[in-house]
């Protein structure tokens, strides 16, 4: 999975879904740490190098398509994806993000209050 | 009119009274860069029972009271409930003890990040891609902007920690 691309994933397994845009080191993390799993037990399971694993889950590298439904499935999981429309963000939504997160939290905040007249 | 919503009052009451939660909802997503507006603090409290003792204490000091009118018995109310919504003097005040998607507080808590809030505040909020999971599983479709919003927060943040690495 290159880094920029947009992919629709959903970790399955059974009535569990989830529906979200993120990384391939989320996807990891969260799927290790659902199954109640360390990263040496994952590293056990999967036949990967633990020092490996923790290095995917930062996003520090990224695995191929196939390693990431590997450990994926040695969690208990599996990786469904499908490929929908893309959508840019609304250029006018995209500016009044990108100056929100220009603020700090406290600024936010305050903004949000000044906002609703509090 | 705006309803009157004072969250510093709120959380300086919390963290006067030494309550464990994590912040969550609205206005979790607001200090995370969402631009939406909110009435109202949703809170994940740790469910020892110390810590509902405490924020039993902070609850009667913020005058809450449930929407019948009553005041909140945390023990019971909470027991098989959702959601227990409450209005303060500051606000309104939603208590979720396992918010859709999450194990409560002890799941959260891990990628929570105290943020500075001004006034001495530094409450615990949840991490952004806590925010779109739990929104995620909820998949009500007025939550699409807000679940959209913190998809778009978690890739900028994640490029940025990808410069951060890059720069190293």
Same mark, same amino acid.
């Given at each position: 999975?290159?880094?920029?691309?947009?992919?629709?994933?959903?970790?399955?397994?059974?009535?569990?879904?989830?529906?979200?845009?993120?990384?391939?080191?989320?996807?990891?993390?969260?799927?290790?740490?659902?199954?109640?799993?360390?990263?040496?037990?994952?590293?056990?399971?999967?036949?990967?190098?633990?020092?490996?694993? #923790?290095?995917?889950? =930062?996003?520090?590298?990224?695995?191929?398509? %196939?390693? &990431?439904?590997?450990? !994926?499935? *040695?969690? /208990?999981?599996?990786?469904?994806?499908?490929?929908?429309?893309?959508?840019?963000?609304?250029?006018?939504?995209? #500016?009044?993000?990108? =100056?929100?997160?220009?603020?700090?939290?406290? %600024?936010? &905040?305050?903004?949000? !209050?000044? *906002?609703? /007249?509090? | 009119?705006?309803?009157?919503?004072?969250?510093?009052?709120?959380?300086?009451?919390?963290?006067?009274?030494?309550?464990?939660?994590?912040?969550?909802?609205?206005?979790?997503?607001?200090?995370?860069?969402?631009?939406?507006?909110?009435?109202?603090?949703?809170?994940?409290?740790?469910?020892?029972?110390?810590?509902?003792?405490?924020?039993?204490?902070?609850?009667?000091?913020?005058?809450?009271?449930?929407?019948?009118?009553?005041?909140?018995?945390?023990?019971?109310?909470?027991?098989?409930?959702?959601?227990?919504?409450?209005?303060?003097?500051?606000?309104?005040?939603?208590?979720?003890?396992?918010?859709?998607?999450?194990?409560?507080?002890?799941?959260?808590?891990?990628?929570?990040?105290?943020?500075?809030?001004?006034?001495?505040?530094?409450?615990?909020?949840?991490?952004?891609?806590?925010?779109?999971?739990?929104?995620?599983?909820?998949?009500?479709?007025?939550?699409?902007?807000?679940?959209?919003?913190?998809?778009?927060?978690?890739?900028?943040?994640?490029?940025?920690?990808?410069?951060?690495?890059?720069?190293?």
């Amino acid at each position: 999975m290159r880094d920029g691309n947009r992919y629709v994933t959903y970790a399955r397994n059974a009535s569990d879904a989830y529906d979200a845009c993120m990384t391939s080191g989320t996807l990891i993390r969260q799927a290790r740490t659902r199954s109640g799993l360390s990263q040496a037990e994952l590293s056990e399971r999967s036949g990967k190098d633990r020092a490996q694993i #923790a290095r995917w889950e =930062r996003d520090v590298v990224t695995p191929s398509l %196939e390693t &990431l439904r590997e450990l !994926l499935q *040695a969690c /208990g999981f599996d990786l469904e994806m499908t490929l929908v429309p893309y959508q840019p963000p609304d250029p006018s939504d995209e #500016a009044e993000l990108q =100056r929100a997160l220009e603020r700090t939290p406290q %600024e936010r &905040l305050q903004a949000m !209050l000044k *906002a609703r /007249g509090g | 009119m705006a309803e009157p919503f004072d969250p510093y009052l709120v959380l300086q009451t919390l963290e006067r009274h030494r309550v464990t939660y994590v912040v969550i909802g609205g206005l979790g997503r607001v200090i995370h860069g969402s631009t939406e507006l909110t009435d109202g603090i949703d809170i994940v409290p740790s469910t020892r029972e110390e810590n509902l003792r405490r924020l039993g204490l902070a609850l009667e000091e913020l005058n809450a009271r449930r929407p019948d009118g009553k005041q909140p018995a945390l023990e019971r109310d909470l027991v098989g409930r959702g959601v227990l919504e409450l209005r303060t003097d500051a606000g309104e005040l939603k208590i979720v003890p396992e918010p859709a998607g999450t194990r409560g507080y002890d799941d959260l808590r891990r990628r929570a990040v105290r943020e500075p809030l001004g006034q001495g505040l530094r409450p615990s909020v949840a991490s952004a891609d806590d925010h779109a999971r739990m929104l995620a599983v909820l998949a009500r479709e007025q939550d699409r902007p807000a679940l959209q919003t913190m998809q778009r927060v978690i890739e900028l943040e994640h490029g940025l920690r990808r410069g951060l690495y890059m720069e190293r």
